[in-house]
């Protein structure tokens, strides 16, 4: 196999198992609601953590 | 909790220290390879068309290896970081967006051209599409260095309790931070010099097999040059990141030269060993063993002999210089009673939010603007959690600076004896090849001095991920340790399973030589 193709090879396997297996099986974002939901999950994290924190 | 903050935290430095291993050599080998092919393009010589294409080839492996490792970097940060990834959307989300026009529209674009296009372009757009490319690769650099900087000086914002997020008022104060400007010539500057060590390495190896002898010559001449002029310039823009470092992260400071009372003329260790029993708050020597210069550390931060530089305790204290003065400014006691208050705001402002009392909603929201700039100190009830890993720090901050004073050595001498005596350079002392042996060990002392660089910037602003805003025990999401730690071993051995492939085809194409790489 020549270089290109080997190189070609490994980009294909790398970018199918970060897209394909991390994104969509470990790397779920945990913020998935609209932006005044999301919002309000920080706002409500922020606010445990410090309560947590005293 | 902690334990997934500090998985979450050994995963991010895991990812950045891989992804680092392909950056910098994408930028130091990419402006070499561009000068290589600009000779050539003026020259018209067949032997400097062999040179631009072998390194073009090793270029382009590092580039398709390493291409959208950094990505991982924004998986994590959506994951186990979400508090953090929320509250800066509104500053990353044009630096970061911008990268990715840099990186996908500029640099694939003419990677594909420079790398495929050999025949099917003119010289002159071939040229164009090869400088265009490292072009590219820098400027998407700036972007990401824009964004970093942020985190550890932030400006050009307003943090907006509605969005709870902080949000960008001044586009061009962020972009063109002095912090932001420093760091990317740091980082570019020393990436040259990287490059340069990594030509010089492998081009030695050649001399060693006695093979490819001009080809080699030729490559250290132009890869010395790149080099030295990466690591003078690196110096050059280090001493600026000591000065911004004194002035918006003395903390940093102090953690990287485990100075916990500062004097006036505070001398620079130049190596020491750090007491580990040494707390902010007793009387131990911060160091077992030190040699020092004198007054070395007010002329690198101040630019002045005689400047006062504040050590840990002092700034803990709420003792600083500026203009020359010995000031009081705020004490991290008093830090962390503001933060508390920031944060009881930002409680009161989510109640009155929720019952639509508009009075307690103004009130709340005045409170907690004028104790913003302290919020992330409310998450601590000691002040002693506010301080770095020193040792870590310091060694690593060492590390780099004597690495970094024994390349700019190597080069120099590289650089003459290429020039002035070159046969020296394949010549051998008692049996041994000592130019290019020193040339082998100094291309993995190169990577190990870069990797030391982002431990001090990223190690010293502990516990921040926002300086002085959000610490890393606020900014964490609630995941679980197991998939963290699942995550962290799949990073690991993909990583790892990447760089032995980058390694192996490098080395394959490397034993092949220049004239392999000729269409």
Redesign the interface.
Known sequence: MTVGKTLWVIVLIKLFIMFAILRVFFFQPVLKGSDEQNAQTVRSNLIEISTDAN | MESVITLSRAQFALTAFYHWMFVPLTLGLGIFVAILETIWYRKRKQEWMDLCKFWM?LF??NF??G??TG??LE??F??NW??Y???VGDIFGAPLAIEGIFAFFCESTFFAVMMFGWKKFSPRSHLAATWLTIIGATFSAWWILVANSWMQHPVGMEFN?????NVMTDFWAVAFSPVAVNKFCHTVFSSWSLGGVFVLGVSAWYLLKGQHIDFALKSIKIGGIVGITGILLTIFTGDGSAVQVTKVQPMKLAAMEGLYEGQEGTPLIGFGIVNPDKTYDNDEDPMLFEISIPKGLSVLGRHDLNAFIPGIKDIIDGKDVIDGEIVNTVPYSERIERG?IA?AA??DY?NARKSGDSEALSLADSTLKANYPYFGY????KVDEAIPNVQLVFYTFHLMVIIGGYLLIYLLIALILAYRKPHLLSAKWKKIPVFPLIALVSIPLVWICHQCGWAVAEVGRQPWTIQDILPV??AI???SEA?VL??FI?FAV?FTV?LI?ELS?MV??IKKGPAESID
């Open positions: 080839k382009g492996i398709a290896i291409v959208a990505i991982i998986f994590e959506g994951t979400s508090n990834s929320w509250f309790p509605d969005q709870m997020r508390k944060q930002l409680r989510d409310g998450y601590f009830n025990g606020a999401s609630s995941v998939q699942t995550t799949i993909l990447l492939a085809i394959k194409q």
